[in-house]
């Protein structure tokens, strides 16, 4: 590793992140990738809601799945993603509703479940996702809606009627769904009440579903995209659709959005975009190289929420990973906003400041570690608290305390040793931290404990206490054993290297400035060096999680990760 061979793809890699950037001077957009799930559901919701009028946009799907089915009839979740059933299954249903199910596609079900019957899809689909009913019902019942599921009665029961009752209330109800997936609660569970069997209690739950119809509308953003995500987006249409309501505000909205994202090759992706999240990313990566670093905290500050959200009850002073109306605040963007608006003001505070430091004190679990969403939710995963997102919270309080208002500051400190202590009870035996929202497709069990503890590696560098940095001495001794024979990570040891986690690695040993990790430094260097002469520094990686275990990639990502990381290098060898 020269400071010349450094110096040229940190030049490269600015310039690209820098041209990613609006013309306006805005933040940034990226790019997710497209996604067969988004895509199956979306055109089938477009068919449910009105055939005639969305055909274009039902043909154009329709082939850009079918272009993109692997030889023996299967889907991925990205083009770059291992075939899985949900994706398949998925696919198949939409296909199966415009008459162009693929035969191959319905023996790769056949051959890998057991069969195509009820029972063996319910199970299936059931077992896959375990106790969390957030996704699985509604594929079941979009399965149903397409004929393939003919028992309705097979499929779990959503408790809609619920969803009436005080917000505050939920946490304490043990709801089969996750903090976000109030909207589909509520749509997918009246379609399959109504389609079921009736009981001596159907008429009294058909009594409150009005009133259920009244809080989605209320939980719908006004461009019509709930999350900003097509399939909760689609789920809930086609569901309203089914039970009568086409023509409602909520089901119009939808479509609305829906056709509003469709991208020119008839594909959808995930989400609309991670515009907060990337721009977090990037300013930090970028640091003093943003020449209008006061108009880009102005832009980020403004993003801040200003009013308590509908969809899981927080407070107000928190970030969503985008700006657009449907995004929902979450305690990595928060965080992330707060380091970048650190590096991009020189540490000045802002009213906007203190009430992200606040939203993450009220955030934090009862255990001292950060959730996601909610405080106190329950136990399904995406409620938990993780060790990459409690570190960027721990990281954020620490930059910003000595500036923070004189009666925050204790309460502040406190949360702060409550976050430590999580953290040092969360970490394994090996000195790894398992993240949520990441991980590796090539991985056993999807998991990767490389994401999760170079970023909390990387955090906890820069705390003031003996205790975080100890943590990070043994999660960088974790990161050095679990190397690559090619000097790369992947998101465990002895799986294929990626760009993304081996700039994430780089950046937490590089943060830990000891001569024992030179060695693999230099190596980690030298895989990302070969990596950006070959031109491939941006290959497509999906080691994002979106909800319920969906992959994506982002284009940013690898530039961000990579940028970050050798700026700190370059900090190690001046």
Partial sequence: MTTEKLDNIIADVTQRIKALRPKDGGIWRGELSSSAISTSVSIFALQKIDAAKYSEYIERGAEWLLSTMQDDGSWGDTVESPSNMTATLLSFASLYAVGKAPDITKQYIIEHLGGIDDKILVKGVLDYYGTDLTFSVPILVMCALAGIIKDWDKIPQFPFELTILPQRLFKFLQLPVVSYAIPA??????????????????????????????????????????????????????????????????????????TDTVRADGSWSIDTDLACWVTSLAAKALGDDIEDKEQLATTIRKNAFTYRHNFTGAQAGDWAWSDLPGAVPDADDTSGALVALYHLTDGKYYDEIGGGIEWLMALQNNDGGMPTFCKGWGKLPFDRSCGDISAHALLAMELWYDVLPTKMQPRCQRSIKRLIKWMLRSQSDEGAWNPLWFGDQDAPKELSPVYGTATAVEYLTSS??????????????????????????????????????????????????????????????????????????????????????????????????????LKKLKTTIQ
């Fill in 185 to 258: 609660l509520i749509a997918v569970g009246i379609v399959r009440f109504r389609r079921g069997k009736q009981n001596i209690l159907s008429p009294l739950r058909k009594l409150f579903i009005p009133k259920c119809l009244e809080v989605l509308t209320s939980l719908q953003p006004h461009n019509g995209g709930f999350l900003e995500a097509a399939p909760l987006t689609a789920f809930v249409s086609m569901c309203m659709s089914e039970a009568g309501e086409r023509e409602h505000i909520v089901t119009q909205r939808a479509a609305q959005f829906l």
């Fill in 464 to 565: 003031k206490s003996e205790q975080a940095h100890s943590m990070a001495r043994r999660g960088a001794e974790y990161l050095a054993k679990v190397q690559n024979t090619d000097g790369g990570w992947g998101g465990q040891k002895g799986v294929k290297s990626k760009v993304t986690l081996t700039a994430r690695a780089l950046a937490a040993l590089a943060s830990t400035s000891r001569d024992e990790y030179r060695d693999a430094i230099e190596r980690g260097f030298n895989y990302i060096y070969q990596i950006w002469e070959q031109g491939e520094l941006t290959r497509r990686e999906p080691i994002g999680l979106y909800f319920s275990r969906l992959w994506y990639s982002e284009e940013m990502y690898n530039l961000t990760f990579t940028l970050n990381a």
